[in-house]
């Protein structure tokens, strides 16, 4: 991380690459095993839910990967020349894209469950495969302009950067304006909507219908759209740091610094938090987890549950 004079500060270095290694580690893993579950079981209960977040673990996963590019970068110097520069600039922001817009259908989804319960059952799998390819024919397109605008080269101090010159001022103004608008304002603007309308309508419907299946049904979706919540929240955090600032550095309202470093190391933080906050705290994974405890802690859960029974029948033995 350089200073204003571009020299190295060597403990925000330790602590960056520290940070970024603990962050990477836990991403791999945890989109790596979420990606395995959701495969494992989605051909024993298809699902288009199960569908979705496979699709957010492998775009979290890919851009996990590829920002060990930006590591090499940020502790040396930019590796691989013109091709990597292009296509690590190209790919990351695809991946990035891709994940916003899955998060979107994953919103649509869970209102569609809620709002039209029965249409949920009704969808194929072409439908979900259609709506996974359009995800990301989609987010292709909208980082191509990357392709040419990120080009290779040497700075002052004899490293090579890999930057976006290419567009200049008013092009990177006007790419990075539309791309914030289109792909974080207005898909954070619909998530939190179709949270709120998830909410609301399943309030309404225990105000409305008094009776025990309601309140199971709506204390089940309640269950189911806490973690959308989470996830919401989370990625909001990860990334309006990063997308505000990128904004202002090239509207040249401020500079790159130590609050810009630390935005990119931010956003890594949210593929780690994707996987535990859907996966794991949305209970999807957790009858698969199961599978991976102990023998001891699995056969400790048996006895506590069987000897309040044994002993009731040991009294009554006796008794006799």
């Known amino acids: 991380m350089a200073t204003n004079d571009g020299v190295l500060s060597k403990p925000l270095v330790v602590f960056g690459v520290t940070y970024y290694s603990l962050m990477f580690i836990l991403s791999t893993l945890g989109n790596s095993f979420v990606f395995f579950v959701c495969y494992t079981t989605i051909k024993r209960r298809p699902s288009s839910l199960k569908w979705f977040i496979a699709n957010l673990a492998i775009a979290d996963l ?52 809620v709002v039209q319960p029965f249409s949920v059952r009704l969808s194929s799998r072409a439908v979900v495969y259609k709506k996974l390819i359009s995800s990301w024919v989609l987010s292709v397109v909208a980082a191509s302009p990357l392709l040419f605008a990120y080009q290779s080269h040497t700075d002052t101090s004899g490293f090579v950067v890999c ?110 938090l994707d996987p535990i906050l859907y996966g794991i705290y949305g209970g999807k994974l957790k009858p698969f987890l199961k599978r991976f405890l102990p023998g001891r802690l699995q056969t400790t859960t048996r006895v506590a549950r069987v000897t309040p029974q044994k002993k009731h029948e040991t009294k009554k033995n006796s008794k006799v």
């Not at 296509?87 to 989804?109: K, P």
């Not at 914030?180 to 609301?200: D, E, K």
Request: proline share 2%; net charge positive; with cysteine.
């Open 163 to 272: 930057t976006n010159n290419t567009l200049g001022d008013l092009g990177r103004q006007i790419y990075y304006g539309i791309h914030a608008v289109c792909f974080f304002l207005v898909p954070l603007t619909y998530m939190i909507y179709a949270q709120s309308a998830i909410f609301l309508t399943l309030r309404s419907n225990v105000f409305l219908t008094q009776n025990a299946f309601t309140t199971a049904h709506t204390k089940r979706h309640l269950k189911a759209a806490k973690p959308l919540v989470a996830l919401t929240i989370a990625f909001a955090m990860c990334w309006s740091p990063f997308t505000i600032i990128r904004a202002l550095i090239y509207f040249h309202l401020t500079d790159e610094g130590y609050v810009w470093r630390a935005s990119q190391l931010l956003i890594l933080s949210n593929t780690v």
């Open 62 to 113: 890919t851009f996990a990967l590829l920002s060990i590019f930006d590591l090499i970068s940020y502790v040396w110097t930019w590796v691989g020349g013109q091709v990597s520069c292009k296509l690590q600039s190209f790919s990351i922001e695809t991946c990035y894209t891709v994940s916003m817009t899955t998060l979107v259908l994953i919103s649509f989804e869970r209102l569609k469950a």
